[in-house]
């Protein structure tokens, strides 16, 4: 079956130290995506990449890294830049072609917590 | 800017009662419109989608009719169950960056 797959499904960093997320997709897709959810604030857009070996910052950027060498690829690292890092992260991946027209698949998240 | 938004939850119902979620949008253009569900401790699933005006999106039960003229896209389902206790969330996709613009999700509780 095709689809999103985040790991860990849990992960604890300590004070001072990067940690990676690893998001892969079978999916044939161009475009991927990072969020981060918070209670209450919904989601909000980490890095995206409409190809690979290109990506763009969202509107949460700072403290955070990613990479796009492969297509079905698309790590986050959290850097220790990022003083508040405890939430859920999660995934994503769209089709090419119309732009406004495409939905979003989803990992089912990657929950990041402080040691 | 473009922007979405969602009627505040909690929302309690009973099982079998009726649901509405009320969403909105504003954005330039013709955008599409989507209605995602998200259930405890998951990623988020596509629950309909609808691409113009007028269109009615629909699945498991659940409905959502693009109304350009209102710039609405409200949430419906005729008899919640249990099962349908989870977080939802509106998105529009406008802009030129195939990004999505979301709601902050309202979250739903259905009580036996």
């Known amino acids: 079956d095709g689809g999103i797959t985040q790991s860990p499904k849990y992960l604890f960093r300590k004070e001072g130290q990067n940690v990676t997320l690893s998001c892969e997709q079978n999916?044939?897709?161009?475009?991927m995506y990072w969020y981060r959810q918070d209670p209450g604030q919904g989601l909000r857009l980490i890095y995206y990449s409409h190809i690979v070996n290109d990506f763009q910052k969202g509107d949460i950027a700072e403290g955070y890294s990613v990479s796009r060498e492969k297509k079905e690829s698309f790590p986050l690292t959290v850097t220790s830049a990022q003083k508040n890092p405890t939430a859920f992260y999660l995934c994503?991946?769209?089709?090419?072609?119309?732009?406004?027209?495409?939905?979003?698949?989803f990992g089912d998240g990657t929950r990041l917590s402080i040691l | 800017g473009d922007s979405v938004t969602q009627m505040e939850g909690p929302v309690t119902l009973s099982e079998e009662a009726f649901l509405t979620i009320n969403c909105t949008y504003t954005?330039?253009?013709?955008?599409?419109l989507f209605w995602y569900v998200q259930y405890p401790g998951e990623g988020l699933q596509l629950l309909l989608k609808a691409t113009k005006a007028d269109d009615k999106g629909s699945n498991k039960g659940f409905e959502a009719t693009y109304r350009k003229e209102t710039t609405s896209f409200h949430l419906e389902k005729g008899s919640v169950q249990v099962s349908d206790s989870a977080v939802y969330f509106c998105?529009?996709?406008?802009?030129?960056?195939?990004?999505?613009?979301w709601g902050l999700g309202t979250s739903l509780a259905v009580n036996p």
């Open positions: 998105a529009t996709g406008a802009g030129n960056n195939r990004k999505l613009i």
């Open positions: 999916l044939n897709h161009d475009a």
């Open positions: 954005a330039t253009g013709y955008p599409s």
């Open positions: 994503a991946s769209s089709t090419s072609g119309s732009i406004n027209n495409q939905p979003q698949h």
